[in-house]
DNA sequence: GACTGGGCGCTTTTT
DNA sequence: GCGCCCAGTC
């Protein structure tokens, strides 16, 4: 046994031990993924196979950090350092910076996030003359956001024989032309893009020569383009190791593809599986309520979770009368139960469905002098302050970037209106002249506003001017002379009037200075692309470490819970409608529910509590809840046939008789339907 | 630009 | 019922 395999149980010690060829690990809640994949790679290196070779994938920043992390302990840094440990998306930013030239991505790309991805939906849905009240930019952007996810392209989309599907087609193209043009990708391009790259048999070859063992955490929130890099890299060697929890994915509706992790054997036939079900985390009662909900999913890998740890209290289900008494049981119970257990209070979590459920239980908080984090919410990067110095820099790296230079052309003021802009993009369009361009010649322009433009042709030339401090070491001074040179301090005390604002806000320009410090000190590449990058891609990294560490009660959504895990957790609303939805009633996706009500068990260790209402206010009427099918299933009991068909009818009553004839709405086709063709 | 009124819509969210 | 977003007005 070696070093890596001791202390560890069968199934683990045959998951880190099958490093060659096709591995499935299907791994529940709490039975140590983590823990087997950092051994399993620890062994390898051990046993000679080169760091360099190895390509591990995960989902978000924060698993990439824990991986590395723990495998530098196991193995000793040095070891570890030729490792590729990183997100999908950090991988495909790489690769592309490298090779996007073979598929038409010029290497200095930029990253749009949301908001820039909004605005340019937003044209782009202009310039097609489709109503914003006929599709809705947002909808729009999550529409073609799960189309790329599926690999499903713009001309598919648009040669639909749904009208409104082929308008949103319409838009997609427009869309990606626009980023294009700006020298830009959004998060699901960097996949796709990734994909393309691969097709390319040169590219693909030096992938496979490189990359001869993959391991792949979270497979079950794999989407199609993931997936596919997943397959070509991996499927010359055939060394691919994917783990994950078919009954943990809940992350279909933005793409994630369960079928992946179902269907493992069909694409790698030889593949050797291995089942962790021993729970490390949780009571006897609490695994046990966990199973008999997750039983009830029809398409899974067949598996029970069984606990190692003893038995305890059993799980407590509440009834309340409504939603502020719900509220007012758990503050008071979480406070019984802390100086009770002689609990910390960062062991409690609330865990719900919603983001509209959570004000309640800060209200009642607060009047308790409780202090809690509620994770997720605005975001440091959010901020106007930050997303403009961001677009500020953005703009020096690349002067093509459309988006940015339309959100600060008029930041601060220069009497750049509406008007101006529609001109000037005007003109860009007409002249085939990229939109910074016209800004700076402005002057000859006689549709332009003389004054105006001027101030915009300076602006250009002082970004300019900062352009040669963008390579190397000259990051923060970048960033300092920026901020002065379009004098942002003045804009702040221009938009604030009371003295602690303006502080609060300058705080965030502060903070940008200070990560560029971080930045150029930290790695290899201090440029301001890589800067930019590090920024967009691992936006929310800090937060969450911040927002669980202190002594605080966590509030937070269900989604957001998954891989975490408290000593007490309160899973409250747990009602028809809310749990499970009341849109996923109605479109019938009962079982990603369940995986929902199955993640929001398995996070608690040691007790668990269950809440629900008698009656809850909801779109401004006051309806009777009746109780989750999912207790019933818990119990072991059916749920009653009449609840369900009740809970569906009232339920839709009160969402479709609001005022408004569902008649008179536009017609969305229901997203079930177009989703599964 | 700042203000205001009307209309709409109302899951989940990371990268 | 509430909050957000947009368009229109001064």
């Not at 890596?4 to 069968?10: C, D, I, Q, V």
């Amino acid at each position: 046994m070696s070093k890596f395999t001791a202390g560890l149980n069968p199934e683990q010690r045959a998951a880190v031990e099958a490093t060659r060829g096709p591995l499935l690990v299907l791994a529940g809640a709490g039975t140590g993924k983590t823990r087997v994949i950092t051994h399993r790679i620890a062994h390898m290196l051990a046993h000679g196979v080169p760091a360099s070779s190895i390509l591990a994938m995960t989902f978000t920043n924060k698993a990439a950090g824990e991986m590395k992390e723990r495998i530098a302990k196991l193995a000793g840094r040095k070891r570890t350092e030729a490792l590729t440990v990183g997100t999908f998306h950090a991988f495909c930013v790489k690769s592309l910076r490298q090779y996007g030239d073979r598929v038409g991505v010029r290497k200095a790309f930029g990253i749009c996030d949301a908001d820039d991805q909004l605005v340019a939906m937003k044209q782009a849905l202009r310039e097609l003359q489709i109503p914003e009240t006929q599709i809705q930019p947002k909808t729009c952007l999550s529409r073609v956001s799960l189309l790329k996810n599926q690999l499903i392209s713009a001309e598919q989309c648009a040669a639909s024989s749904d009208d409104w599907e082929a308008d949103i087609g319409r838009a997609y193209r427009r869309y990606d032309e626009s980023l294009l043009a700006s020298g830009l990708l959004d998060f699901d391009d960097l996949l796709l893009f990734m994909v393309r790259l691969l097709e390319d048999t040169r590219t693909l070859t030096e992938f496979q020569k490189r990359y001869k063992y993959l391991l792949i955490d979270e497979y079950q929130d794999t989407n199609g383009p993931q997936y596919e890099i997943v397959k070509r890299i991996g499927g010359k060697h055939r060394n691919v190791c994917v783990v994950g929890d078919d009954d943990q994915s809940i992350y279909g509706w933005r793409g994630a593809d369960v079928t992946k992790i179902l269907n493992f054997e069909q694409d790698f036939p030889e593949a050797k599986i291995v089942r962790l079900e021993t729970n490390y985390r949780s009571t006897a009662e609490i695994i046990k309520g966990a199973n008999a909900v997750i039983r009830n999913n029809k398409s899974r890998h067949e598996k029970a979770l069984r606990a190692a740890a003893g038995t305890g209290d059993a799980i407590v289900t509440r009834k309340l009368r409504d939603e502020e008494m719900e509220a007012l049981f758990v503050v008071q119970d979480i406070l019984h139960r802390a100086s009770e257990d002689r609990e910390p209070l960062g062991e409690f979590a609330i865990l719900f469905r919603t983001q509209v459920q959570p004000r309640l239980f800060e209200l009642q908080l607060r009047q308790h002098y409780v202090p809690y984090n509620l994770v997720g919410g605005m975001s440091f990067f959010d901020r106007k302050e930050v997303r403009d110095i961001l677009a500020f820099l953005r703009l020096v790296a690349n002067p093509a970037d459309e988006l940015s230079l339309l959100r600060i052309i008029n930041t601060p003021p220069r009497g750049i209106g509406a008007t101006t802009v529609k001109n000037a993009l005007a003109i860009a369009a007409k002249q085939r002249m990229p939109l910074s361009e016209v800004f700076a010649r402005g002057i000859e322009f006689k549709e332009l506003q003389p004054n105006a433009v001027r101030e915009a042709a300076r602006l250009i030339e002082s970004l300019k001017s900062l352009q040669h401090l963008a390579s190397g070491s000259g990051l923060v001074e970048l960033v300092k002379r920026l901020v002065r040179e379009v004098r942002y301090a003045d804009e702040i005390k221009r938009c604030y009037s009371d003295a602690a604002t303006r502080s609060k806000r300058w705080e965030a320009v502060n903070e940008i200075m200070n990560m560029a410090e971080i930045h150029a000190h930290h790695g290899s590449e201090a440029d301001l692309t890589s800067f930019l990058e590090d920024v967009t891609l691992n936006a929310n990294d800090d937060r969450d470490e911040e927002q669980t560490s202190k002594d605080r009660v966590t509030l937070m959504t269900l989604h957001s819970a998954k891989g975490l895990e408290f000593g007490q957790v309160y899973l409250v609303g747990m009602e028809e409608g809310i749990l499970p939805h009341i849109r996923c009633i109605q479109d019938g996706d009962i079982d990603e529910e369940r995986r929902l009500a199955y993640v929001g068990i398995t996070r608690a260790k040691r007790r668990l509590t269950i809440s629900y209402t008698a009656s809850r206010a909801r779109y401004g009427d006051r309806l009777n809840s009746l109780p989750s099918r999912f207790l019933y299933e818990m119990l072991g009991k059916k749920p009653p046939a009449q609840l369900i068909e009740k809970a569906g009818k009232a339920l839709s009553a009160a969402v479709g008789g609001n005022g408004k004839k569902p008649a008179a709405k536009k017609k969305p086709p229901t997203r079930n339907r177009s989703k599964s063709r």
